[in-house]
């Protein structure tokens, strides 16, 4: 299957998807490989042992690729570690010929598109997403970022890669917590912007056709879930409205993310980290949208028992309103969320007093059944 994303402000991308497109890579990349002086292939260190041997066994000439690798997990989003990247690229006499292809999770697509549209102000960068949460969403739409110390997501760019190739293939290497982590980011597309979609999922059993990592309807599941993702940015590339319904559940759970980091506790990924940021602000959603109290309940049935109950005490709550501060939404001190009306409609910027959100965590807190 084959998108074309265009946006008019930036370059149209080229999407392919499907589960036969491995045979594809070789000619499909061979027109991006043709005049580039130099290939850099960027990976994590867990990707470089799963997916570089089989990205290069699929496409011989990458053997001549310089791989760059970075230590897998979140902490590679540093200003430290893009740091190191603009200067292995120095070194190696990158230029505005060459070409990055960044193979792995959402840590390695942000990361290295940050690095690309930044170094030399720009030099062309392709994603091959490796993970679930990357082929749905994290690889789409030309969001780069890294994080500043624990505080997620607050430099970057919005800057498009050449192309996205997803072969569902890489998820056989993928473990049960992350894919799980990827159908949280699955659940948000469907509940903010597709009612069939969301009918869909909620219909059949999700995590079953997931676990098995390769199936029509997994293909299904990710092409239509990349489908509404693109249909969203074309329309607003920069976030200025309506993409901004795709934050729902990450103000709240950009915060349990940060949490987790301080607390020196279990990391939370950020797909688990949105599941829970999803409880809290569909509760807040039924106090000032009125959604529906079935469908809330719907949907924490589909979040529990899969994803960890992640056990906040009063002193976290107060460090969540801390972090609150710097989301991007936030204006004149106040904070806002996307908020669902019913699955497929949702409103983006909607301001919520501490005490709305307080009360959101709260209720997240009595579905503790530990
Ligand atoms: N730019 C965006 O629009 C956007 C959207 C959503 C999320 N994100 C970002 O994406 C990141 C999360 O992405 P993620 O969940 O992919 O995390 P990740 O990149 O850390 O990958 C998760 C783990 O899976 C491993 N992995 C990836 N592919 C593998 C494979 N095929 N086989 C074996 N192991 C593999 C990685 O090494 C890592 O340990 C966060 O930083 C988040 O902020 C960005």
Known sequence: MQFTLNTGQANAVEIVTGPNVSGDLKEWLGKYLTGCEEVFLLADSNTREYCVPRVISLVPSLQKAEVLEVPAGEKSKSIETAGQLWNALADKGASRQSLLI??????????????????????????????????????????????????????????????????????????????????????????????????????????????????????????????????????????????????????LGHAFETLSHQNNSKHLSHGHAVALGMICESHLSGLKAGFEQNIQNELERMIFPDYEYYPIKNEDVDFIMDTLVHDKKRKDSVNRFTLVKSPGNAIPGVECTPAEIKESMEHYRTLNKQ
Request: neutral net charge; aromatic residues 8%; charged residues 20%.
């Open 102 to 251: 960044c193979l792995g999770g959402g840590v390695v697509t942000d990361l290295g598109g940050f690095v690309a549209s930044t170094f030399k102000r720009g030099i062309p960068f392709i994603h091959i997403p490796t993970s679930l949460l990357g082929m749905v969403d994290a690889a789409i739409g030309g969001k780069t970022a890294i994080n500043l110390g624990n505080i997620k997501n607050q430099v970057g760019t919005f800057h498009q890669p050449e192309a996205i190739f997803i072969y569902p293939g890489f998820l056989e290497t993928l473990n049960a917590y992350e894919l799980m982590s990827g159908v949280a980011e699955v659940i948000k597309t469907a509940l903010v912007a597709d009612a069939p979609l969301w009918k869909k999922i909620t219909s059949i059993p999700l995590k079953e056709i997931i676990q098995k990592k390769s199936s029509r309807e997994l293909e299904d599941i990710i092409s239509g879930t990349v489908a509404v993702k693109c249909s969203i940015v074309e329309k607003d590339f920069r976030e200025t409205g309506l993409r901004g319904i795709l934050n729902f559940g990450h103000t």
